[in-house]
């Protein structure tokens, strides 16, 4: 199973919106509604951020927000913070397993 | 407080094997589904398998990469899930997290990581 495609990268001043984007195909993100996102900071443990496409778990900001259409799912940051600089991952259903994006690093400037 | 820490973590020589454990607590152990996830360094995260609860059927399915080397378990009566790793590559090498499942296809509560090594 390949990865989804995430952007390496994205940028934001505080304050900002931003969005991330993450391509998958008709096996995975297009057929089901279980795309999650996680924030990972570096040396910590990767944080659930939204769960089947646009769910927040409870204490998940609601600056946090997903979508989908077709088989690209979105994280959109509203109101950036300095600790929002992380690395951002979404992940799908396929087929009795689960498959990563490649993971995108944001920078709050 | 939810607490989830793994261990079992070191240096490995290819094609041996390794067991990583991961204890949980603060939650109902029995109903968890459990999955472990791997960070090769400089990588991004890679799922690796899962187990449901033994009232689900204590089902696994793993990742392709994995399949048929590595192995997942548990032990409810200790609250600890465990990756029996064999046939060790060096593309293996990674930080391995355990986590809970909040839902069938997303993972709340994560652990520290412990680290695998594969090299001669």
């Known amino acids: 199973q390949s990865a989804l495609t995430q952007p390496a990268s994205v940028s934001g001043s505080p304050g900002q919106s931003i969005t991330i984007s993450c391509t998958g195909t008709s096996s995975d993100v297009d057929d089901f509604n279980y795309v999650s996102w996680y924030q990972h900071h570096p040396g910590k443990a990767p944080r659930l951020m939204i769960y089947?496409?646009?769910n927040r778990p409870s204490g998940v900001s609601n600056r946090f927000s997903g979508s989908k259409s077709g088989n690209t799912a979105s994280l959109t940051i509203s109101g950036l913070q300095a600790e929002d600089e992380a690395h951002y991952y979404c992940s799908s259903y396929t087929s009795n397993t689960l498959v990563f994006g490649g993971g995108t690093k944001l920078t709050v400037l | 407080e939810v607490q989830v820490v793994e261990s079992g973590g070191g240096l490995v020589k290819p094609g041996g094997s390794l067991r990583l454990s991961c204890v949980a607590s603060?939650?109902?152990?029995?109903?968890?589904?459990m999955s472990w996830v791997r960070q090769a360094p400089g990588k991004g995260l890679q799922w690796v398998g899962r187990?449901?609860?033994?009232?689900?059927?204590?089902?696994?399915d793993y990742a392709a990469p994995v399949k048929g080397r590595f192995t997942i378990s548990r032990d409810d009566s200790k609250n600890t899930v465990y990756l029996e790793m064999n046939s060790l590559k060096a593309e293996d090498t990674a930080i391995y997290y355990c986590?809970?499942?909040?839902?069938?296809?997303?993972?709340?509560?994560w652990g520290q990581g412990t680290l695998v090594t594969v090299s001669s």
């Open positions: 986590s809970t499942h909040h839902t069938a296809t997303s993972m709340i509560y």
């Open positions: 089947e496409v646009s």
């Open positions: 603060g939650f109902t152990f029995t109903n968890a589904w």
């Open positions: 187990i449901i609860s033994q009232l689900g059927g204590g089902t696994t």
